[in-house]
């Protein structure tokens, strides 16, 4: 019998190639191996450059982060395991015990959770405020106050935050700020060039957009804060896997394509559901009756993005029937995949508020959000058509 052969245990003899691959390689390797002591001293104290050990770093964490660097116009973005993990380094790595933080009051629902209920166990304590008004934020701030957080287009109502009045606060008072810019991306709006200090991305959405890669995004413009940015990734292991990341920049590839596409039958879709029996009423930027719809032309210029709300009449029975009523659309708590998804806020995003919190917010058992995709759009309208016809 043959004992083990030292090349199937070590992976040597990989064939030399004139020819490269076209795509790029996956890989998955945890470790990398160095040629000696010194080189890996060089490593670690930067005089040269190579992989260690996949929670500090890998190629395809790399690659990924250099592309969506140069959407956001920024440098050094770092890729993290999840968009909330991105959200959490940011908290953890940018502020410390006694910390006061603003939060725009309509923040994807695990980041209000994390400002509200978790960050105040590490004495990081937050105000929310609402974003669509700067004075609001500016009189939320204290002598502790350190950051603010904001998304540009809130969820579901989709609010346009005043993120020139916002920025010039965070100048003024020297506070960080941090802007997610998941919904709007960097096709939109580019918060660097607007006076952001931080940008965050949930990559699981428009950017990677297909549903099958769950990462983040974090950049920092400052160096000090990119450094503590990347060593809370590194110490909490936030790191990604480098099959998410492979995924994602696959998926990136098609990205303005996809959201052009997408952005225009958003408006298309707006327009068509405004005028459907057992709609009360549509929310879309790109709309003149959308509360914030000068604002929204300003900002964005004027890209108003995938994202389309409605209430529907008839409370949650509706809703239910609305959703069975279109069994090949996906009814489920995400956006930005290629194809069209809905979400009901009531019963996933928003489901921890009371009923009164939610009515404040405009959120009723009848309330959907819509995150449009690619889809022939005369498809897209005869399948809410139908199902709105089905079930009055
Ligand atoms: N930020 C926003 C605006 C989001 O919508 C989400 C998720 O929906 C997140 C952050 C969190 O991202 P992830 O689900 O990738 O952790």
Not at 98 to 107: A, F, V
Request: aromatic content about 6%.
């Amino acid at each position: 019998m043959t004992d083990i052969p030292k090349n199937l245990v070590r992976r040597t003899g990989f064939p030399e190639s004139v020819s490269r691959a076209v795509v790029t390689p996956l890989q998955p390797s945890v470790v990398y191996a160095s040629p000696d002591p010194d080189t890996l001293d060089a490593q670690y104290e930067g005089g040269q450059f190579g992989y260690t050990y996949s929670r500090e770093g890998h190629p395809n964490a790399s690659v990924l982060a250099s592309k969506i660097d140069a959407l956001e116009c920024g440098e050094g973005g770092l890729i993290t395991a999840s968009g909330m993990a991105a959200v959490t380094a940011t908290m953890l790595g940018l502020l410390g015990q006694g910390d006061h933080i603003i939060g725009g009051d309509q923040l994807y629902g695990r980041s209000l959770r994390m400002l509200t209920q978790d960050l105040p166990r590490y004495g990081i304590t937050a105000t929310l405020a609402d974003p669509t008004d700067a004075q609001a934020i500016e009189q939320a701030i204290r002598p502790e106050t350190k950051l603010i957080l904001v998304e540009v287009v809130s969820n579901p109502t989709l609010r346009v935050a005043d993120m020139d009045g916002i920025a010039d606060i965070a100048k003024r008072h020297n506070l960080i700020l941090v802007v997610d810019n998941t919904f709007t991306t960097p096709r939109a709006y580019q918060p660097f060039a607007y006076g952001a200090d931080v940008v965050i991305h949930s990559v699981t959405k428009l950017l990677s957009g297909h549903s099958d890669a769950m990462l983040g995004y974090v950049c920092a413009r400052d160096p000090d804060h990119r450094a503590a940015l990347e060593s809370t990734i590194v110490t909490l292991g936030l790191t990604p896997s480098p099959y998410d990341c492979w995924m994602a920049e696959r998926g990136l590839m098609s990205f303005h394509l996809r959201y052009d596409r997408a952005e225009e039958n958003a408006a298309a879709l707006a327009d068509h559901l405004a005028g459907l029996a057992g709609i009360k009423h549509v929310l879309y930027p790109g709309r003149a009756d959308h509360p914030d719809h000068n604002r929204a032309g300003a900002l964005l210029g004027p890209r108003f993005g995938n994202m389309v709300s409605f209430e529907l009449s008839g409370g949650r029975a509706m809703a239910n029937a609305l959703t069975r009523a279109m069994p090949d659309m996906a009814f489920a708590p995400t956006l930005g995949d290629i194809g069209t998804t809905v979400s009901h806020a009531a019963s996933s995003s928003h489901r921890g508020l009371t009923p009164d919190g939610r009515a404040a917010l405009g959120i009723t058992e009848g309330f959907f959000r819509v995150s449009v995709g690619v889809e022939d759009i005369a498809l897209l309208k005869d399948e809410f058509a139908n199902a709105l016809a089905q079930i009055s």
